[in-house]
């Protein structure tokens, strides 16, 4: 008997990152996270906020899974009332910045030029100064922002702080259409209800 | 048995009412006639409203909050209306976390509303306060607590209207007390009937119904297996129209049978772990598997690399979700089977497919000599289950509601029961609570009190819920319940004998007299153990005028056979032990 056959690129463990838009309610991210941590699947990195529309905020979330996995965790979160749309992406669909800061003596910058050389050419940009302590930031890739640490390290990096990736979609065309469409009192007619069954294995929309 | 729901009234003048009467309000609006609860501390503004509704809402109260809720579950399953809950915080509500995860796998509508400290007292680690909200929310489809009385209309709204659309689900709404105390201008309520972010029905797309019908007129071995989709869409007649158009065969999951009469010339029986040998055997032999409204559950699927590899899946569902999470579809039609049916009959081609059908007939006939025989009339001293529910069968014409527990006996009321009437078997599918039956079989009775609701429960199961029993003595409903007693844990044993070398590891559980026990709760029963005293028995039961328990002692080891072993190919259904 034929063993039935899935692909085994799609079996394969991938960053993703899983946009999701949302009521701004109490009690969201909780139901979103609950849907990966019931599958002991790793939120690498999160990121809620309001989005370019009022009340509705913006989740986006870093996992490494195979993409059928993906794919199943991205219609069990649209399931949910509350959540408006869902896409999932890996790093070449989409346009991504991570931000951190840097807390680092201010003497060794004052007397060392190769801190303040190496600051200059990870483009770190200055937050605050003060005698004892100066703090930087940099915008970036997790390998860039993870190089200039590292390279902190020996010079006596105090303090050191990542935030949680935003990302921005290529193929998208924001939200600020689709959700006048979902204002409708009506429920609307347009590609938007079934695009799913067309581009089963990327954009997901319900 | 639909009440209607009294028509919207106009935007009427403004008055003040609190917002445990603004609920109740809402709740008439919405046609709710029957809640089962149980009051406490946290609830009790919204039970002292309740007084003054007598005549407007029937409230029962049971005996325990997991009562309540199974109890609203099998109203909801035998009407087809949602079920209504009330139930105090704290243990209250976390009592009714194991009804809300069976409501939710089996797609149940519930709302279930429970009473929580005031807002102040929130985080405060309060008497009786637990963090319900995030207790739930894996377990319902939506949920929400209301600290304000002026939130009530439009939350009530909304989950009556989750509640019960697209798919099903049990919605809870936790309602702070002083929500409750407040007074608030109320100026009508309003049905909800739309939500920015929720599509419960999409619009149906017409190529994927041709690109179905295509491959439907095309096969030569087309295979039907249809679950409680069919029932939740109240859509029977379109199922039956289909399938009599297509002549395609056509077998049922435990929850959705029913759908069609058991005896309709194109059902050939069950699938799943105990179905029927044909369905799941010719699974793995048909070229085109036609799914309506069920979600390939591992216990109807088995392995599922073995599973219909060889055929073209179509799936009709109405949840997106479902549709490629365990089986790839090859034609996606996702929608609302009474919608999407009727377009689908329209265009396949009327036909038989005797050739095929025949070899469903074949394997019933190998069944019928190897298990069924046995089962139904057996031939040594030991009452069997298969037996019981046989003449269950004759005496009740098909008409009866059955509703069982779960195990053993649940799996073999389901082979062999007898139906002629839609929503006849209410049983735990998906979470396979024991417990279940006996309150359910009790909203069953409010569900639809025209028909004869009987429950069939194991000895382990009935103890888990028997405090119902009171409910029954309170308030009457009348349930006939048939314990199938074998002294036994029986489907463990079963595993254990099978599997385990007959380590029989605690599951040799012990009874009480449950005749006695039914006779303090006031109700009457009879206990038998003989053949020639079974039919007797049970005739005097379906007769009574009223509850009545009948106590049936079955042979203690006897198996539920054919069996897809787990883990296995549903190709290897196997008929006996031996087999194994």
Sequence with gaps: MKLRNFETKRKMKKEFTITVYTENHVGL?????????????????????????????????????????????????????????????????????????????????????????????????????????????????????????????????????????????????????????????????????????????????? | MEKAAPAQPAQQEAVTLTGGQVLLEAFIQEGVSTIFGYPGGAIMPIYDALYDYNDKLEHILVRHE?????????????????????????????????????????????????????????????????????????????????????????IIAKAFYIAASGRPGPVLIDITKNAQLQKMQFSGYKK??????????????????????????AAERPFIVYGQGVLLGKAEEEFKAFIEKSGIPTAWTILGMSAIPTDHPLGVGMVGMHGNYGPNKLTNECDVLIAIGMRFDDRVTGRLDMYATQAKIIHLDIDPAEIDKNVKADVPVWGDCKETLPLLTALVD????????????????????????????????????????????????????????????????????????????????GLGTMGFAL?????????????????????????????????????????????????FLGMVRQWQ?????????FVNIQSPDFVMVAKGYGIPGNSVSQREDLRDAMKTMLDHDGSYLLEVMVGKENNVFPMVPQGKSVSDIVLSREEI
Aim: hydrophobic share 40%.
């Design chain 1, 29 to 206: 991210l909780t139901r979103i996270a609950i849907i990966f941590s019931r599958r002991k699947i790793n939120l690498e990195s999160v990121n809620v906020g309001p989005s370019e529309v009022e009340g509705i905020s913006r989740f986006t979330m870093v996992i490494n899974e195979a993409e059928e996995v993906v794919q199943k965790v991205a219609r069990q979160i649209e399931k949910q009332v509350e959540v408006l749309k869902v896409f999932f992406n890996t790093d070449e669909e989409i346009v991504w910045q991570e931000m951190a800061m840097y807390k680092v003596p201010t003497k060794v910058i004052a007397e060392q030029v190769k801190v303040e050389r190496l600051l200059r050419q990870y483009g770190a940009n200055t937050v605050v100064i003060r005698n004892d302590y100066t703090v930087f930031e940099t915008t970036g890739h997790k390998e860039e922002i993870d190089a200039l640490a590292e390279a902190l390290q020996p010079w006596g990096l105090i303090e050191f702080v990542r935030s949680a990736r935003i990302a921005i979609i290529k193929a998208s065309e924001g939200m600020h259409n689709a959700v006048l469409e979902f204002e409708a009192a009506e429920p609307s007619e347009p590609a938007a209800e079934n695009e799913f069954l067309d581009k089963r294995d990327g954009v997901f929309t319900m």
């Design chain 2, 66 to 154: 997991q009562g309540a809720i199974h109890a609203a579950q099998g109203f909801a399953r035998v009407s087809g209306r949602t079920g209504i809950v009330f139930a105090t915080s704290g243990p209250g509500a976390t009592n009714l976390v194991t009804g809300l995860a069976d409501a939710m796998i089996d797609s149940t509508p519930l709302v279930c509303i429970t009473g929580q400290v005031f807002a102040h007292l929130l985080g405060t680690d309060a008497f009786q306060e637990t963090d319900v909200i995030n207790i739930t929310m894996p377990v319902t489809k939506w949920n929400y607590q209301v600290t304000d009385a002026e939130e009530i209309p439009a």
């Design chain 2, 192 to 217: 909800c009937t739309f939500i920015r972010s929720y599509r419960p029905k999409p619009v149906v797309r017409p190529e994927y119904i041709e690109e179905a019908a295509r491959l439907i007129n």
């Design chain 2, 350 to 429: 009327k036909k038989l497919h005797g050739a095929w059908h025949r070899k469903f007939t074949d394997c019933a006939k190998q069944e019928q000599e190897k298990v069924i025989q046995n089962e139904l009339h057996p031939t040594d001293e030991v009452l069997t289950m298969g037996e019981v529910i046989r003449n269950l069968n004759e005496l009740t014409g098909g008409k009866a509601i059955v509703v069982t527990d779960v195990g053993q006996h649940q799996m073999v009321a389901c082979r062999y029961a007898e139906y002629g009437h839609t929503r006849s078997n209410i049983t735990s599918g």
């Design chain 2, 439 to 487: 309150p359910a079989a009790i909203g069953s009775a409010y569900g639809d009190p025209t028909r004869t609701t009987v429950a069939i429960i194991g000895d382990g199961g009935i103890q888990m819920t028997i405090q119902e029993l009171g409910t029954i003595m309170q308030f009457k409903p009348n349930v006939k319940i048939m314990i199938l007693n074998n002294c």
């Design chain 2, 497 to 505: 004998q099978l599997f385990h070398e007959k380590r029989y590891s």
